[in-house]
């Protein structure tokens, strides 16, 4: 039931970890979970005050190491195993509360990158604990972790635009777009917005650069987690790409790799992952 959750809400990254052990995939599949309930609480609300709450209570579970919710527990547990830096959990945690309100707006880029850190470059620096990064090398690769994180959750945004949007969210950075843009965005969705696609491009330019700078942190883990992760940030990059080839048309839904594009693109990944000279060398 576990990996079916997974599985079934993120496609992308669970076809990625599919090179990885077994037991790495049974922990990214309990942090996943965790995940998943934590963004539940906050994208089904129908009383956001409540809906902190709760996230508040499963906080305070994660300071006191118990909790009576198994998906939480489990998270709880594995977190004590391996030693997981509880900042990154809390800093996820404020994250999805911030989505805790009737209408969100990014003020500007500088919240852009805070809010990227928060519910996704958190994700990454967790992830240098699940994979087992050699504590001596883990501050180090923890920067490029989070990088990897922000990157994913950029395009994550401007595939969603359309849909954050119905739901009373705006992502792109308000000091990108004027008031009108802001507007017509929450009340008129569908409508077509040069500026929206404008700023939809600058965004996801934004994401490459993160890109281009985490994938040097893959030289820290091992030769199995490089190419996972590898494979997961160009698939995550494709989707970019399709959206760019769609003339960043925000208001006709979300882009996504179907499963053949998603196999032809990482048979070509597999030809050239061994010529990657930033994964040989540090950083």
Request: aromatic residues 12%.
């Amino acid at each position: 039931m576990q990996k079916n959750i997974f599985k079934d809400n993120s496609k992308t990254f669970s076809f990625a970890a599919l090179f990885l052990d077994e037991q790495t995939q049974n922990n990214i599949t309990i942090f996943y979970n965790f995940c998943r309930t934590i963004d539940n609480i906050a994208d089904d609300a129908q009383d956001y005050q409540i809906a902190k709450q709760d996230l508040l209570s499963i906080q305070s579970d994660i300071k006191n190491g118990s909790s009576e919710i198994k998906i939480i527990q489990d998270f709880i547990s594995l977190s004590q195993t391996l030693q997981i830096d509880q900042k990154y959990i809390f800093d996820l945690l404020d994250g999805v509360i911030s989505d805790c309100e009737n209408q969100v707006i990014i003020k500007d880029q500088d919240h852009l990158d805070l809010y990227c850190y928060q519910v996704a470059g958190a994700v990454g620096a967790i992830m240098c604990f699940i994979l087992k990064i050699n504590p001596d090398q883990r501050e180090y690769a923890l920067p490029y972790a989070i990088q990897m994180g922000q990157a994913m959750q950029m395009t994550n945004i401007a595939r969603d635009i359309l849909e954050d949007a119905q739901n009373n969210r705006v992502y792109l950075p308000a000091s990108w777009l004027n008031e009108n843009d802001i507007q017509t965005l929450l009340s008129a969705p569908h409508t077509q917005n040069e500026n929206i696609q404008q700023a939809c491009q600058k965004l996801l330019a934004r994401a490459d650069d993160f890109y281009k700078s985490a994938r040097q942190g893959l030289y820290f883990l091992t030769i199995r987690q490089r190419f996972c992760i590898f494979v997961a940030s160009h698939l995550y990059a494709a989707i970019g790409l399709k959206i760019k080839y769609a003339r960043y048309e925000y208001w006709q839904g979300r882009q996504f790799l179907s499963l053949s594009q998603k196999l032809l693109r990482t048979l070509y990944l597999f030809v050239v992952f061994p010529f990657q000279s930033f994964m040989w060398r540090a950083p």
